[in-house]
């Protein structure tokens, strides 16, 4: 479906032909983002409106869309994308935007799991660290590996385990699992 994943009217569309095909929605996980390395006064206000449109309105819309369905059904889950740089900012990584727009990501959980308890919806966060996707150039994937005390960057299903262990974990809400090589440890 297309769309601007930061515009209301998006999450509505997705909700809408969510519930046409499947009738109901069990499981969000709000995984869009964008990581913009600068030194905090070069960023541009565009440069903001984009990070904080695409990091945070989107888990906003999403979110409050899905969540009348899930009441109604009395069960969800809702699984938070953060970063391991917002919950452990690095001075060797220029990344004040991400820092700004994911590390509220694993209170905003705890918050929405306290206020949607009785209604059996769960709210988690996972913090990734740096994980082989578009994002990161092939080029860089040796330089990100030092970051991380496993000496390497991670895999797109080592995130999708950790979503699927929250997912099958119902009695878990609230919480934030850091899927990152070892760089919180190692702090």
């Given at each position: 479906?297309?769309?601007?994943?930061?515009?209301?009217?998006?999450?509505?569309?997705?909700?809408?032909?969510?519930?046409?095909?499947?009738?109901?929605?069990?499981?969000?996980?709000?995984?869009?983002?964008?990581?913009?390395?600068?030194?905090?006064?070069?960023?541009?206000?565009?440069?903001?409106?984009?990070?904080?449109?695409?990091?945070?309105?989107?888990?906003?819309?999403?979110?409050?869309?899905?969540?009348?369905?899930?009441?109604?059904?009395?069960?969800?889950?809702?699984?938070?994308?953060?970063?391991?740089?917002?919950?452990?900012?690095?001075?060797?990584?220029?990344?004040?935007?991400?820092?700004?727009?994911?590390s509220?990501?694993?209170?905003?959980?705890?918050?929405l799991a306290?206020?949607?308890?009785?209604?059996?919806i769960?709210?988690?966060?996972?913090?990734?660290?740096?994980?082989?996707?578009?994002?990161?150039?092939?080029?860089?994937?040796?330089?990100?590996?030092?970051?991380?005390?496993?000496?390497?960057?991670?895999?797109i299903s080592?995130?999708?385990?950790?979503?699927?262990?929250?997912?099958?974990?119902?009695?878990?809400?609230?919480?934030?699992?850091?899927v990152?090589?070892?760089?919180?440890?190692?702090?």
């Amino acid at each position: 479906m297309d769309g601007e994943v930061s515009k209301k009217e998006t999450a509505v569309k997705v909700v809408e032909a969510t519930l046409k095909r499947f009738g109901r929605i069990d499981l969000l996980i709000n995984n869009a983002g964008i990581f913009i390395p600068k030194a905090f006064t070069d960023y541009t206000e565009e440069d903001y409106n984009l990070v904080m449109n695409t990091n945070v309105a989107s888990f906003f819309y999403m979110t409050q869309q899905v969540i009348p369905q899930m009441k109604k059904q009395n069960s969800g889950h809702v699984v938070n994308i953060s970063a391991a740089l917002a919950d452990q900012p690095s001075g060797a990584r220029l990344a004040l935007l991400a820092v700004l727009s994911k590390s509220p990501m694993a209170a905003v959980s705890r918050a929405l799991a306290l206020e949607y308890a009785a209604n059996n919806i769960r709210f988690n966060t996972v913090s990734p660290g740096d994980i082989k996707t578009p994002m990161h150039a092939k080029d860089d994937h040796a330089a990100l590996a030092k970051f991380h005390p496993l000496g390497r960057i991670g895999e797109i299903s080592d995130i999708v385990d950790a979503v699927l262990y929250l997912q099958q974990a119902t009695f878990v809400t609230g919480e934030s699992i850091r899927v990152d090589g070892g760089i919180h440890a190692g702090r």
